[in-house]
């Protein structure tokens, strides 16, 4: 949003949807606008569909516009809706720069980042990126949403995979553009394989990485020299237990250091348990930081032990962050 027009505790509505809609949707949420978007659901791409399930935006077909402050009927960057055949059109191979967003707010994300979105001719982005940054990118850039829903709708890592290379061996300067880093957990290494084996050059602009930035804003330094001297992050996207597991869940009980869950309200539950049954106590502090960076963002604190059902009671879901370690008592902030 332009820096000299607030649409703080505004209500606007959105009549259509264009490739470009989800940063402005985006930054009509940083700047406390309150949006509806009068399409039906089917129609939405990945991220603003998720920004609807969240419960984030709102969705009417049948809203009536002159109940909103603000209207906007159209892109009100003026921007064109770019087809797959846009681009330089050189046969020359392009590149593909793999840039970590850090968290939703794009205050963030770093001088390089904006940079790599202002010379983007295509940009490949999830969910959880800034997607209010993508005001910086051109004119005639095209935007291709890739967001995966937790156990919803999701592009495949593979499908991901050949946009980059496609795009890139049509000469284009790509960007795949994630929240967080790209390499924590981001599938950031597959992809930079996937271009690297047809000799596409790949550059990486690291990003914060939610494992630290999430507690951070919240209060909570992930080590503290009187409490604890490092700290474990892991995926729990697959509970303890399940085939697919590779963690020694004994091994980080036992490690006294704090445990940073990513990808684990789902499982929060079974994680808990675990790790009491492995030697934790149950009396452990324990965090959830959901929507870290944005306005939405909200910090429940419990014993391990409950943990999860005062998540669930607090209506806590993905994307979250868990703190588990005497550190989660913390708030430095308050």
Avoid: Y
């Avoid at 445990?259 to 348990?273: E, F, K, N, P, S």
């Amino acid at each position: 949003m332009s820096p000299e027009l607030s649409f703080a505790g505004l209500s606007v509505l959105l009549v259509r949807v264009h490739p470009h809609t989800v940063a402005t949707v985006r930054a009509l949420l940083d700047d406390g606008a309150r949006v509806t978007m009068a399409v039906p659901a089917g129609t939405l791409p990945t991220s603003l569909r998720d920004l609807a399930e969240r419960g984030l935006v709102a969705l009417d077909a049948q809203a009536d516009p002159a109940a909103f402050d603000v209207v906007l009927r159209g892109d009100p960057s003026g921007r064109p809706a770019p087809t797959a055949a846009d681009g330089p059109g050189s046969r020359t191979v392009g590149t593909v720069t793999l840039l970590g967003g850090g968290l939703g707010d794009p205050s963030l994300l770093t001088v390089a980042g904006i940079e790599a979105i202002r010379v983007a001719d295509v940009i490949v982005h999830d969910r959880l990126a800034p997607l209010s940054a993508l005001r910086h990118a051109r004119a005639d850039v095209e935007v291709v949403d890739v967001g995966k829903i937790p156990r919803g709708e999701f592009t495949p890592q593979e499908r991901i995979n050949e946009l980059l290379v496609e795009h890139a061996l049509a000469g284009r300067n790509v960007l795949r553009f994630k929240g967080g880093d790209n390499f924590v957990f981001g599938r950031g290494g597959e992809e930079a394989e996937a271009c690297a084996a047809r000799g596409i050059p790949v550059a990486v602009i690291p990003g914060i990485s939610s494992s630290i930035a999430a507690p951070a804003l919240a209060g909570i330094p992930v080590t503290h020299r009187t409490l604890v001297q490092g700290f474990t992050v892991v995926s729990a996207h697959v509970p303890p237990g399940d085939p697919r597991s590779t963690l020694d869940w004994g091994a980080i009980a036992r490690s006294r250091t704090t445990v940073v869950v990513l990808m684990g309200v789902a499982t929060l539950g079974a994680v808990a348990a675990t790790l009491v049954g492995e030697g934790l106590a149950p009396t452990t502090p324990a965090a959830v930081v959901a929507d870290a960076g944005l306005p939405s963002m909200r910090t429940v604190r419990a014993p391990l032990s409950q943990i999860d059902a005062v998540a669930r009671a607090e209506g806590l879901g993905a994307p979250a962050v868990v703190v588990i370690g005497d550190v989660a008592a913390l708030d430095v902030l308050a």
